[in-house]
T-cell receptor
Framework: DGGITQSPKYLFRKEGQNVTLSCEQN?????MYWYRQDPGQGLRLIYY???????QKGDIAEGYSVSREKKESFPLTVTSAQKNPTAFYLC?????????????FGPGTRLTVT | AQSVTQLGSHVSVSEGALVLLRCNYS??????LFWYVQYPNQGLQLLLK??????LVKGINGFEAEFKKSETSFHLTKPSAHMSDAAEYFC?????????????FGSGTRLSIRP
């Protein structure tokens, strides 16, 4: 089955630690995205990548970092510089070159930092 | 620039009643429009999309939406609500000719279904 996987589903970390969230897709999509969702709020774009080895900051990139070394993978690192890291993180992908502007989402990772 | 406004952060309807979730958009170029649904602790699932073909778009789970350019609206409807429709719904817009392939999401509407 084609789709997007995110792991783990739940993640717990102590304050001051960096943590990396995994996102893998087998849809052969060029573009990938990371969003943050807080309770009762919409989605805020953290980073996005339109092609391998290239990525751009979204609206709330401070305290986060990404890499795009492979087409299938777009890991997100939440650094200790992120002031309020506890949130639900969603990864998505799309195929704009194929005319598909819609984004497909993974199941999400809920990060709790204490 | 594109933007989306969802009217009503929470909508409650009785089972079997009409569901109407409102969405207005702003776009300087012809838009792509989307509705997504999110169940608790899950990712977003695409319900339907408008891509400048038919103005009435049918989606999954019996939902449909109508693109009205004169009203800059893309409201989501379902004739008869089911308990399983309880979820968060997001309207979203993407620029048709944009190379950035970004989507702008509304703030969401939580749909509750009363027995």
């Amino acid at each position: 089955d084609g789709g997007i996987t995110q792991s783990p589903k739940y993640l717990f970390r102590k304050e001051g630690q960096n943590v990396t969230l995994s996102c893998e897709q087998n849809l052969n999509h060029d573009a990938m995205y990371w969003y943050r969702q807080d309770p009762g709020q919409g989605l805020r774009l953290i980073y996005y990548s339109q092609i391998v080895n290239d990525f751009q900051k979204g609206d709330i990139a401070e305290g986060y970092s990404v890499s795009r070394e492979k087409k299938e993978s777009f890991p997100l690192t939440v650094t200790s510089a992120q002031k309020n890291p506890t949130a639900f993180y969603l990864c998505a992908s799309s195929n704009p070159r194929g005319g598909g502007y819609e984004q497909y989402f993974g199941p999400g990772t809920r990060l709790t930092v204490t | 620039a594109q933007s989306v406004t969802q009217l009503g952060s929470h909508v409650s309807v009785s089972e079997g009643a009409l569901v109407l979730l409102r969405c207005n958009y702003s776009s300087s170029v012809p838009p792509y429009l989307f509705w997504y649904v999110q169940y608790p602790n899950q990712g977003l699932q695409l319900l339907l999309k408008y891509t400048s073909a038919a103005t009435l778009v049918k989606g999954i789970n019996g939902f449909e939406a109508e693109f009205k350019k004169s009203e800059t609206s893309f409201h989501l409807t379902k004739p008869s609500a089911h308990m399983s429709d309880a979820a968060e719904y997001f309207c979203a817009v993407s620029a048709l000719y944009s190379s950035a392939s970004k989507i702008i999401f509304g703030s969401g509407t939580r749909l509750s279904i009363r027995p």
